[in-house]
């Protein structure tokens, strides 16, 4: 599978974690803006930053069961922007669960549209994608807006559904088909 991997978009490369990303990793990921909607620890130690960088620089992309991050590189000035994790059939077969970060800096230029709109489709004869599916804090409609744009549907408010910091969050699940996210993509 190391074969799909870099992607190249007008703006971004997608490519695999090195090492040397730990510090980028560690920057949005301890940045209370970024970690207001997720469910990593808080704050997020640079020493777990620095193993997690490691252990996926090591690991073969996209393996069943498993999920796999990938690092955005804004092309330009070759500066780590965000991440995306891709968890292939890690709750059944053919479905491909997704998740994403965007460092506050390279928040709403486009770029997250951007990289999935040129990963997912990359993935889907590769891993045999029939569907993917992620969730996302109600609270946060700008990561919304990323996946309808890409032709995923959302479903209703999962009222108090996970537990963050304290605080319970409701979630909306979304969900696209390979078949309709390739056609969305082509318009």
């Not at 599916?133 to 109600?138: F, Q």
């Amino acid at each position: 599978m190391t074969d799909i991997l870099p992607i190249e978009t007008d703006r971004l490369i997608i490519r695999a974690f090195r090492e040397s990303d730990a510090a980028a990793f560690h920057g949005w990921r301890n940045d209370t803006v970024v970690a207001r909607y997720t469910l990593w620890d808080f704050p997020y130690p640079l020493a777990r930053a620095e193993a997690f960088a490691r252990e996926m620089a090591a690991m073969e992309p996209f393996l069943e069961g498993k999920y796999y991050q990938l690092m955005l590189e804004e092309e330009a000035t070759g500066t780590a922007v965000g991440d995306i994790g891709i968890g292939n059939g890690v709750t059944a077969p053919g479905l491909v669960r997704v998740g994403y970060t965007l460092s506050t800096p390279a928040q709403g230029k486009g770029f997250m549209t951007e990289a999935l709109k040129a990963l997912l489709p990359a993935l889907i004869a590769p891993l045999g994608v029939q569907m993917f599916s992620t969730d996302i804090d109600a609270r946060n409609p700008a990561s919304g807006r990323v996946l309808e744009r890409l032709g995923f549907k959302c479903g209703p408010v999962q009222e108090k559904r996970t537990l963050v910091r304290g605080e319970w969050c409701d979630e909306i699940d979304y969900e696209v088909s390979a078949e309709a996210l390739l056609a969305h993509v082509s318009q």
